[in-house]
């Protein structure tokens, strides 16, 4: 980004007239450099903007005004902002929670930002990130944060900012694609699964309603997750909203992100006229998974013929669905951390954030184990 404001007199090529003066007259004064300087460019410049010129370049007028020392320094670009020099010590790793050098080796990129304008930090980048995760591992309050990690206002703010910038789903992002081309697939899934579970919610967390079916007052988190159970979209609604009404705005987030799909599998919950909306919206297919004692999974076969094709529904209570188990493991994974097992926070964005932050210190672990 270019400086803002006037431009400088003194150019490169008037820097090196001025060197030339002061080297021809080493004893010369600064008025007598500036009306020299202007004779032969015709560049009335301040006095003090020479001498900030001729220190920049190295050349320091000894006091006994006897002889001139004369020192051309090396042009380098200079740095603003938080850099190596402006890092301080942090403490000691003391949390589980807290990413070790292997884990923010892989994010650091996107937090530090070197060489940016203003005044420099005064808590690291992954200082506030450790205080984050402790968050949303332990479930606790802002103001509960320990001594260890800087004030819970400056995390706040450095929280609801890298949300708003969208920097926890980028980092999952990147530790999906990574994680997806270790285990030998492709970047861009062409399965997902699509899936939401109903959550309690506090007093103050803002808008919510109430699950009948499940007798859940609170909010409902929307996932899609691809066949290896890693979220590709989260929305937060009101557990009043049907499961086939927030499909809608996930699975157009979810298509935005990765036109790639062609499959969708989805429970029950989802057939009918949600299945073929989504259908001829996304132009993917969608497969309904029942649950095998479900009375509508089987054949239509005559009286007399013997139905030797389908397997008789026996199975009673939780049975593990093939190509859906997957969602079912994230929500499971998802609750260990505290922070998710109840939504404390007003902003359904903020609720989503925290869904990014956790899947993404699940694929930290494994990237680095």
Request: hydrophobic fraction near 35%; include cysteine; glycine fraction near 6%.
């Amino acid at each position: 980004m270019a400086k803002r404001g006037r431009p400088f007199k003194i150019g490169d090529v008037h820097r090196a007239v001025l060197i030339a003066i002061v080297e021809t007259n080493p004893t010369a004064t600064s008025e007598e450099i500036q009306a020299e300087l202007a004779r032969r460019t015709g560049v009335e410049a301040h006095v003090q903007t020479i001498q900030k010129v001729l220190r920049e370049a190295g050349i320091v007028r000894c006091l006994d005004g006897s002889r001139v020392q004369v020192e051309i320094a090396a042009q380098t670009a200079p740095r603003y902002g938080y850099t190596e020099a402006h890092r301080r010590l942090e403490p000691e790793q003391t949390c589980p929670s807290c990413l070790s050098d292997a884990e923010w080796a892989l994010v650091a990129e996107l937090f530090d930002n070197d060489g940016g304008r203003g005044t420099p930090p005064k808590y690291t980048r992954r200082l506030l990130v450790d205080a984050c995760c402790y968050a949303v591992r332990t479930g606790c309050s802002w103001r509960m944060l320990p001594k260890g990690f800087p004030p819970w206002q400056n995390v706040y703010r450095t929280f609801r900012r890298w949300s708003a910038q969208g920097k926890f789903e980028q980092m999952h992002d990147r530790l999906r694609t990574q994680w997806r081309e270790r285990e030998g697939r492709a970047a861009a899934p062409t399965a997902a699964v699509l899936d939401a579970q109903s959550t309690r919610g506090s007093p103050q967390g803002g808008e919510s309603g109430y699950d009948a079916g499940k007798k859940v007052k609170g909010r409902k988190r929307h996932l899609v997750v691809d066949t290896m159970g890693l979220v590709l979209a989260v929305s937060v609604t009101a557990t009043s909203v049907q499961d086939r009404d927030g499909a809608h705005p996930v699975m157009a987030s979810a298509m935005a992100k990765y036109p790639s799909i062609e499959t969708l599998f989805v429970d029950s919950g989802y057939a009918g006229q949600c299945a073929q909306t989504v259908t001829q919206c996304h132009d993917i297919q969608v497969q309904v998974v029942r649950h095998p004692a479900n009375k509508n999974v089987g054949r239509w076969v005559r009286p007399e013929q013997p139905d030797l094709f389908t397997v008789q529904a026996d199975a009673q209570g939780f049975v593990v669905l093939a190509k859906r188990w997957v969602v079912e493991r994230t929500h499971a994974l998802n609750e260990r951390a505290r922070r998710l097992v109840m939504h404390h926070d007003r902003l359904s964005n903020v609720s989503e954030a925290w869904v990014w932050l956790t899947e993404a210190r699940i694929l930290l672990r494994r990237l680095t184990n």
